[in-house]
């Protein structure tokens, strides 16, 4: 199975570059099915999708489960991001 995981999160990683889905590169969304699929497995366990999430961060893409499909995104897209601090969090919580 490591293996297909490998091989796998690589399928998904060069996937990231393609262009499909009237967009020419960048996040996308692939259903439970076809992940099951490309694995070759009948279900996901968790261990799977670990397993899985692991190998594409190793690649610098994340693996996002939405419940009914999953999200590839770039780790990049995540470094923008505002940082929460505890000032923040005490002023909302009084």
């Not at 990683?13 to 694995?39: C, D, H, N, T, V």
């Not at 690649?59 to 505890?86: C, E, P, Q």
Request: aromatic share 12%.
């Amino acid at each position: 199975m490591a293996d297909r995981t490998a091989f796998t999160a690589e399928t998904l990683a060069e996937l990231y570059a393609q262009s499909f889905g009237g967009k020419s590169s960048g996040r996308y969304r692939i259903p439970q099915k076809l992940l099951r699929e490309m694995l070759g497995v009948r279900r996901l366990y968790s261990d799977d999708i670990v397993g899985l999430t692991r190998a594409l961060f190793e690649k610098g893409y994340v693996l996002i489960d939405m419940d009914s499909f999953y999200v590839v995104m770039s780790a990049n897209s995540f470094v923008n991001y505002r940082r929460l601090s505890n000032d923040a969090i005490k002023e909302v919580v009084h």
